[in-house]
């Protein structure tokens, strides 16, 4: 099974129009991620980095989500694995945890509610994984 670490802090998930600048507050902590397509720019970052003038609703095209725990799986994984985020992913849907995930060359992050942290650290224990806090 896997090894995971709760990382410290809170989290925000953030959503502006894909051709906004990303904000110099995103690119700092130990987790910073920001994905941009053609129809968005989100940004994932610690919630301590986020300016109290950016609040939760600031319009229709910029959102944040705040109160997010980041967990890291332990990797380098292999392109090649498979089922490496599933083992993760499948446990936390049958408990009824919504999740949002964000992968790297190396790794993979879950997020999940801080409020469901507790449930979703027992859970993947249960699932048998090593959870790190």
């Known amino acids: 099974m896997l090894t ?3 990382l410290e802090g809170s989290y925000v998930i953030c ?3 894909s051709n906004a600048p990303v904000p110099d507050w995103a690119w700092h902590g130990e987790l910073a991620n920001i994905s941009k397509t053609r129809d968005e720019l989100s940004i994932v970052c610690s ?4 300016p109290d003038s950016v609040s939760d609703t600031i319009s229709d095209t910029m959102r944040c989500e705040r109160e997010w725990a980041a967990l890291k799986l332990h990797g380098p994984f292999d ?3 498979t089922g490496v ?3 993760v992913l499948e446990p936390l849907r049958d408990a009824g945890i919504g999740i949002f995930a964000v992968s790297t060359f190396d790794t993979d992050y879950v997020l999940v509610k801080n409020t469901n942290l507790k449930l979703a650290i027992q859970t993947l224990r249960k ?3 090593d ?3």
């Open 131 to 133: 959870i790190r806090q």
């Open 79 to 81: 392109f090649a694995l």
């Open 85 to 87: 985020l599933v083992s």
């Open 4 to 6: 995971l670490s709760v």
């Open 47 to 50: 919630a301590s980095n986020v």
């Open 15 to 17: 959503r502006l129009e």
């Open 127 to 129: 699932a048998g994984h």
